[in-house]
């Protein structure tokens, strides 16, 4: 099995944020298909949405970043791809310097935790994650 | 420069062309273009008897900047000849430096409606396009054979 190496790593944290603003998901799955097409399996499926903001009222629902499987010689390999701060709204995120607990039980930066917890993630094995 | 000037990022560059329908001039196409940043902004110019058009640039203070982000425009321009609705452009601006769509040359775009939509990407940036303009576009993963 080819690990992801750092070249494609850095180049799809990058791509995740003009893929979260493309004009539709299958604009996005085009673009992936074009960039990737022989490395990873993309459907529409693949969009993973999340809100970040701060109080409800003010909460900016949007693109948050993709699942990748892997294919050919990246058989057995999967990538969560999750965008960084795009928005002013996601600052209120950032800001939000606090502390929760995740899925595991371990803490982790409660501004992130709370974008991700309406992001249904049902693949399971996932073993990289790119971005953030 | 003045400060207030490094503050501007081209949403959208000025851009020069031609529309034909099947190689003929197509007059009179009405060009609904949009940029949308923090909100969506819409303008529209008509082509002449030639099928030329032009748009100005389309510029914006950036706000807080001490608060950083990453630049990401979604750029679309829809074209209405004869009752029917063209795709002419759809893009995301990643740079907020003038002509970046072109790697800094004026973009000057022939576009013919009956043509195949192209994709292509510039500088990471993907455009899907009735368009052809004078841009060297990137070299996929695998042109650069780095799998």
Same mark, same amino acid.
């Given at each position: 099995?080819?690990?992801?190496?750092?070249?494609?790593?850095?180049?799809?944290?990058?791509?995740?944020y003009?893929?979260?603003?493309?004009?539709s998901?299958n604009?996005?799955?085009?673009?992936?298909?074009?960039?990737?097409?022989?490395?990873?399996?993309f459907?529409?499926?693949?969009?993973?949405?999340g809100?970040?903001?701060?109080?409800?009222?003010?909460?900016?629902?949007?693109?948050?970043?993709?699942t990748l499987?892997?294919?050919?010689?990246?058989?057995?390999?999967?990538?969560i791809?999750?965008?960084?701060?795009?928005?002013?709204a996601?600052?209120?995120?950032?800001?939000?310097?606090?502390?929760?607990?995740?899925?595991?039980?371990?803490?982790?930066?409660?501004?992130?935790?709370?974008?991700?917890?309406?992001?249904?993630?049902?693949?399971?094995?996932?073993?990289?994650?790119?971005?953030? | 420069m003045?400060r207030?000037?490094?503050?501007?990022?081209?949403?959208?560059s000025?851009?020069?062309?031609?529309?034909?329908? #099947?190689?003929?001039?197509?007059? /009179?196409v009405r060009?609904v273009?949009t940029?949308?940043? #923090?909100?969506?902004e819409?303008?529209?110019?008509?082509?002449?008897?030639l099928? /030329?058009?032009e748009?100005?640039?389309?510029?914006q =203070?950036?706000?807080?900047?001490f608060?950083p982000?990453?630049?990401?425009?979604?750029?679309?321009?829809?074209?209405?000849?004869?009752?029917?609705?063209?795709?002419?452009?759809?893009?995301v601006?990643? /740079?907020?430096s003038? /002509?970046?769509?072109s790697?800094?040359k004026?973009?000057?775009v022939?576009?013919?409606?009956?043509s195949e939509?192209? =994709?292509?990407?510039?500088?990471?940036?993907?455009?899907?396009?009735?368009c052809?303009w004078?841009v060297?576009?990137?070299?996929t993963m695998?042109?650069?054979?780095? =799998?």
């Amino acid at each position: 099995m080819t690990a992801l190496n750092p070249k494609i790593s850095s180049l799809l944290a990058k791509d995740v944020y003009a893929l979260t603003r493309a004009s539709s998901v299958n604009k996005a799955i085009s673009d992936l298909n074009y960039q990737y097409g022989p490395l990873f399996n993309f459907n529409t499926q693949n969009l993973l949405r999340g809100r970040t903001g701060g109080p409800s009222i003010i909460k900016v629902r949007t693109g948050f970043g993709f699942t990748l499987i892997g294919q050919g010689k990246l058989k057995g390999e999967a990538v969560i791809l999750f965008r960084g701060t795009q928005y002013l709204a996601d600052w209120l995120s950032n800001v939000n310097v606090g502390t929760s607990s995740s899925i595991a039980g371990l803490p982790v930066h409660d501004g992130f935790n709370m974008a991700f917890i309406p992001v249904p993630l049902e693949n399971a094995g996932f073993r990289a994650w790119v971005g953030c | 420069m003045t400060r207030k000037d490094s503050d501007q990022a081209t949403l959208f560059s000025a851009m020069a062309g031609v529309i034909t329908m #099947d190689g003929k001039p197509a007059a /009179n196409v009405r060009l609904v273009r949009t940029v949308d940043y #923090d909100k969506k902004e819409t303008d529209e110019t008509t082509t002449d008897e030639l099928g /030329n058009f032009e748009f100005p640039a389309v510029r914006q =203070h950036i706000r807080l900047k001490f608060l950083p982000r990453e630049f990401v425009v979604s750029q679309s321009i829809k074209a209405y000849y004869e009752g029917t609705e063209y795709e002419l452009w759809e893009g995301v601006k990643r /740079n907020a430096s003038e /002509n970046s769509e072109s790697r800094g040359k004026s973009l000057v775009v022939s576009c013919d409606l009956l043509s195949e939509e192209k =994709h292509i990407r510039v500088d990471g940036a993907p455009y899907f396009s009735l368009c052809t303009w004078d841009v060297e576009p990137d070299p996929t993963m695998i042109d650069m054979e780095v =799998h």
